[in-house]
């Protein structure tokens, strides 16, 4: 299903969102193929995937855990879920991993990315959030990719309103299998079953994204659990 295509002289692999129910055999064979055009080593059983954003890994401890879901919600509309994708992306480049967004709306922008950064992403392009879902769930269970990004924050809240709270369920119990991280971005939250929640709490203008070091300028709000209660840390 992946197709290798060029806009402005850059290439990614990118797929529509799968259309359900599908034959057993079309499963294996996508399955067969996501090995064969994104082979992975998991050597290194490390419980956490660092972001590259020193604010998001001294906070969280080292990172998105492994094996859980991290939710990252931006209440504004500016707040910086973009920036982070491709701070994600040029971290899969330098250490030679691939990343899976699955769009919820279609709105990624991979045109200043360039060519290297796109080799490690494999882009599945969605128009609603319960097909995205879908997705999410078939990279889960193919289990290749060390880090898989399910992005809703431009769906709509009826729409969010709409995924069973089970579909979460079976998310984190697919992921709990497996040595990768799940990240998924959202307007709100709404993952009860998140083991971490990130929240941007940047808001920017079209002036200050026209400046540099925006990554330092990101806020973030983390919520993680210890001994069972919630607890806050600001960063950025």
Same mark, same amino acid.
């Given at each position: ?111 200043? *990315? ?8 494999? =882009? ?13 769930? *078939? ?10 990004? *399910? ?16 579909? =979460? ?34 808001? =920017? ?15 973030? *709000? ?7 209660? =919630? ?6």
């Amino acid at each position: 299903m992946a197709a290798s295509s060029k806009i402005d002289d850059l290439s990614l692999s990118r797929t529509a969102c799968p259309t359900p129910p599908a034959p057993a055999g079309s499963i294996l064979d996508l399955r067969k193929l996501l090995a064969e055009r994104f082979p992975q080593s998991f050597a290194s059983p490390a419980h956490r995937l660092a972001t590259g954003l020193p604010l998001i890994d001294e906070a969280s401890g080292g990172g998105f855990p492994k094996s859980a879901i991290t939710e990252l919600s931006s209440p504004q509309v500016s707040a910086g879920s973009a920036l982070l994708l491709y701070v994600l992306l040029e971290k899969a480049r330098r250490e030679g991993f691939f990343l899976a967004l699955v769009d919820g709306r279609d709105s990624f922008d991979p045109q200043s *990315l360039g060519n290297q950064r796109l080799r490690h992403l494999l =882009w599945v392009r969605c128009t609603k959030a319960l097909d995205a879902v879908k997705a999410a769930d *078939l990279l889960l269970r193919d289990g290749n990719f060390p880090l898989v990004v *399910l992005d809703l924050v431009l769906n709509s809240s009826s729409e969010l309103r709409k995924i069973p709270s089970s579909s =979460w369920y079976r998310l984190q119990r697919l992921v709990e299998t497996i040595p990768a991280a799940f990240l998924v971005l959202t307007r709100a939250s709404i993952i009860s079953s998140a083991q971490l929640k990130l929240s941007l709490e940047s808001t =920017w203008t079209l002036a200050d994204l026209e400046q540099d070091h925006l990554t330092a300028r990101l806020k973030v *709000l983390v919520q993680r659990t210890q001994a069972g209660r =919630w607890a806050s840390i600001g960063a950025g």
